[in-house]
């Protein structure tokens, strides 16, 4: 039974001196066509109770996600960032991570959070964002943070709507291969077309060959 999240590490993270937490989390990881995306949520000390019904993006309804969206945009400064398919191909995706979430950091830094100030929670047990920065952050990472942490469960829900989004957006011209659906990932269907045509511009082209 899944667990709702809690803000017990955030707070943790406020009564030891931080001023600004920042949860990150990955979506499209796996896919075989569109973007990497990571979505990064900040939030300050004295920060509200989080939306009601906030869980992990893979643990709702794509109806549940997009009710949740605008919520989690008002309860925290959220920010998400890309990294492409060629650049997937070009660096692999775990740089392509880091790039991603410093792409994020830095928009959240233009919005006005002071980033080099925050401590960062990343979901997972591998730091993936610290090569892709020009200056270390205070990163700790946590296995099923997106399950147990509100402001990472948040920054997943944000990136999830994103990237559905854009795929839907991406499917326009090449509707036969279902991106409005399977969002890029490797259904049957998607796999067959690909073998058929051979990969679009917004396929991962090293992923596809394999």
């Given at each position: 039974?899944?667990?709702?999240?809690?803000?017990?590490r955030?707070?943790?993270?406020?009564?030891?001196g931080?001023?600004?937490?920042?949860?990150?989390?990955?979506?499209?990881?796996?896919?075989m066509?569109?973007?990497?995306?990571?979505?990064?949520?900040?939030?300050?000390?004295g920060?509200?109770?989080f939306?009601?019904g906030?869980?992990d993006s893979?643990?709702?309804?794509?109806?549940?996600?997009l009710a949740?969206?605008?919520?989690?945009?008002?309860?925290?400064?959220?920010?998400?960032g890309?990294?492409?398919p060629?650049e997937?191909?070009?660096y692999?995706?775990?740089?392509?991570?880091?790039?991603?979430?410093?792409?994020?950091?830095?928009?959240?830094?233009?919005?006005g959070?002071?980033?080099g100030?925050?401590?960062?929670?990343?979901d997972?047990?591998?730091?993936?964002?610290?090569?892709?920065?020009?200056?270390?952050?205070?990163?700790?990472?946590?296995?099923?943070?997106?399950?147990?942490?509100?402001?990472?469960?948040?920054?997943?829900?944000?990136?999830?709507?994103?990237?559905?989004?854009l795929?839907?957006?991406?499917?326009?011209?090449?509707?036969?291969?279902?991106?409005?659906?399977?969002?890029?990932?490797?259904?049957?269907?998607h796999?067959?077309l690909?073998?058929e045509?051979?990969?679009?511009?917004?396929?991962?082209?090293?992923w596809?060959?394999?």
């Open positions: 039974m899944p667990v709702d999240p809690t803000l017990e955030e707070l943790a993270m406020f009564a030891g931080a001023s600004v937490v920042i949860g990150l989390d990955e979506v499209g990881r796996g896919a066509a569109g973007p990497v995306m990571v979505g990064a949520c900040a939030i300050t000390a920060v509200g109770e939306p009601t906030l869980r893979k643990l709702v309804s794509e109806k549940k996600r949740l969206d605008p919520l989690v945009r008002q309860w925290g400064v959220i920010a998400v890309a990294a492409s060629q997937i191909d070009q692999g995706i775990t740089f392509s991570l880091g790039l991603a979430g410093k792409r994020a950091l830095a928009l959240l830094f233009e919005a959070v002071p980033v100030q925050a401590q960062l929670i990343l997972g047990s591998h730091d993936w964002l610290s090569p892709a920065l020009a200056s270390p952050l205070p990163i700790t990472t946590a296995v099923k943070a997106d399950q147990n942490c509100a402001s990472v469960a948040a920054a997943s829900v944000a990136a999830k709507v994103q990237r559905d989004a795929m839907a957006e991406l499917s326009v011209g090449f509707e036969e291969f279902g991106w409005a659906s399977n969002k890029g990932y490797g259904s049957a269907e796999m067959r690909i073998a045509q051979g990969p679009t511009v917004h396929h991962r082209v090293t596809v060959k394999k």
